[in-house]
């Protein structure tokens, strides 16, 4: 039962965790089991194999985790590189200042191009470094594709686009932790080189897995990288996947059977069909917070996230009362600002296993929420103009047609 009981169900807005889809609690719902049996080592070789596709690669070799995005970015850094190397990477939320952190703290050279909150990373400031930096001292660019705290999504194609320009070897680092399986993202036609996401986003998994895959550019790299790491070590991985038993240590039997059907969920909607679902219930979000007459955080069009809506609130009001009400009043979880734009902003989290009614749902949810908070909303606008413009893109159900 819950710890704090509410009836009905919780309907969680946040960006991460997001709802369990009941496929995937079943297929969790299981007792442990021998992973050194016949049967563990074949679901993990289809997986690593199916897990590509959510990456959009041929070529990579990915990593199933048992730790959160933290410990994935942690993972990407220390295989690839060495104490005192440069680091280009852009601070324009909290989650990019949170891998920034981490990167100093493991005594890279973190050369950081900040924005304002609600701008994207500044590329030109990259373009402008790459060009001087002939004799190619920085030895990895690190962003963030899509910052939850702010609602910003990255150019990466363009990142790519300046590496390549200049001829610069730089490794491609990715947090994709609230874009994989979301947003458009295309690890080998964009040269990334390690590309990361947690399974409690988008996979819409419990936290637990945190998933890595590298191009064979990053695994040349993990021979000369000098940083310390054991837990995270590929090469303990790769040494295992040799041997046909693919795991170091111990993983979590019950993730590895939710992530095989929240897999099949995706392969079954069509990964290019769910990229387009999480546009619509954006563009459907992004509608309602200009009919409620209040302001994205994400400060151009080019920027805005189909993951998560970061709506700015009246100075009068304080939009970590809207997050307590919701939860209090209607058992509405939505997400706090954090750090800079803590009090000033609130998050709709849309994405994962989602549809267009939960959506509207949580809609009418927020306008109540703000009538009680004393900000002047007409009830029902927000509502109205999302399912003006749901009820004309959304397509049928691909597998009931």
Known sequence: MDYVYGPGRNHLFVPGPVNIPEQVIRA????NEDYRSPAVPALTKVLLEDVKKIFKTTSGTPFLIPTTGTGAWESALTNTLSPGDRIVSFLIGQFSLLWIDQQQRLNFNVDVVESDWGQGANLDVLASKIAADKAHTIKAICIVHNETATGVTNNLATVRKILDHYQHPALFLVDGVSSICALD????????DVALTGSQKALSLPTGMGIVCASPKALEATKTAKSVRVFFDWNDYLKFYKMGTYWPYTPSIQLLYGLRAALDLIF??????????????AKATRLAVEAWGLKNCTQKEEWFSDTVTAVVIPPYIDSSEIVRRAWKRYNLSLGLGLNKVAGKVFRIGHLGNLNELQLLGCLAGVEMVLKDVGYPVKLGSGVAAASAYLSNATPLIPSRI
């Open 268 to 281: 079954e909607e069509g990964l290019d069909n769910v990229i387009a679902r999480h546009g619509r219930l």
């Open 185 to 192: 993202f295309r690890m080998d036609e964009w040269g990334i």
């Open 28 to 31: 969790m719902n299981r007792n």
